[in-house]
């Protein structure tokens, strides 16, 4: 199987990609600079670099490069600087979702193509009637005016939702939202809930990152959890956080 991922040298794209190449997939990475992946994943054997930002590549060109990949895997996100918060590309995520269902459906498989989505818990999955307090739609309402990569979250999976939708014929989709990031050095016990389980903004979990690159491992590779979790929004959270 091969997979395309892009935003892999961020600090959970770079852990996904390494998870893949160790359950011996063929993994394909777009990526600006390929100095921030480690030696032994930079050199491996089964990688395939693609050298460019996903948002300047031609149409035909991102659709050569997800021709053949049984999964696309997003794990871009906005640096936390000003100029990444607050300048452009302020649709990073969505544009690149967009224009990556776009290179998927151009492609015409013969089977739907898995795209996962890293999101976040901050996110609510409107096609759920996902309990939130009024508080928290107040400070949700002033994020989303004032920090342009919360709307860019919201956007690119409402763009799975609405625009591909639960039976498209070439993609399957599904939104990972992890909770407050954590850093940790090895996958421990975690769980998956459909909706959240405690406030993002008052009674906040944590999720490691590393944990996060696991489960989304999981999505591409195993069909039963594949099954389980397409066309949904799945929220991890480490056990007992």
Request: proline content about 5%.
């Amino acid at each position: 199987m091969t997979i395309l991922v892009v935003g892999g040298t961020g600090a959970t794209g770079r852990l996904l990609v390494s998870e893949l190449l160790e359950r011996g997939q063929n993994v394909k990475v777009i990526l600006r600079s390929a100095d921030k992946l480690p030696e032994n994943v930079k050199n491996h054997k089964r990688l395939s670099i693609i050298q460019a930002s996903v948002l300047s590549l031609s149409d035909a060109d991102l659709t050569l490069h997800v021709k053949g990949c049984a999964a696309v895997a997003s794990c871009l996100g906005h640096n936390l600087t000003f100029h990444g918060i607050f300048g452009p590309p302020r649709r990073l995520v969505t544009d690149a979702t967009r224009r990556l269902c776009n290179a998927i459906r151009a492609n015409k498989a013969e089977v739907p193509t898995r795209f996962v989505l890293m999101n976040t818990a901050g996110n609510s999955n409107r096609d759920l009637d996902e309990p939130i307090s009024f508080a928290q739609r107040c400070v949700i309402g002033l994020l989303r005016l004032l920090l342009p990569p919360h709307l860019d979250n919201e956007k690119a999976a409402d763009y799975l939702r609405i625009n591909i939708g639960p039976s498209n014929e070439a993609i399957e989709w599904a939104a990972v939202r992890p909770d407050s990031l954590i850093n940790e050095t090895e996958v421990s016990p975690y769980e998956v809930h459909p909706s959240p389980t405690r406030s993002t903004i008052f009674n906040a979990g944590s999720t490691s990152r590393i944990n996060v690159a696991h489960f989304m491992a999981d999505l591409i590779t195993d069909d039963e959890i594949w099954s389980k979790w397409k066309g949904q929004m799945p929220v991890i959270y480490n056990k007992g956080h």
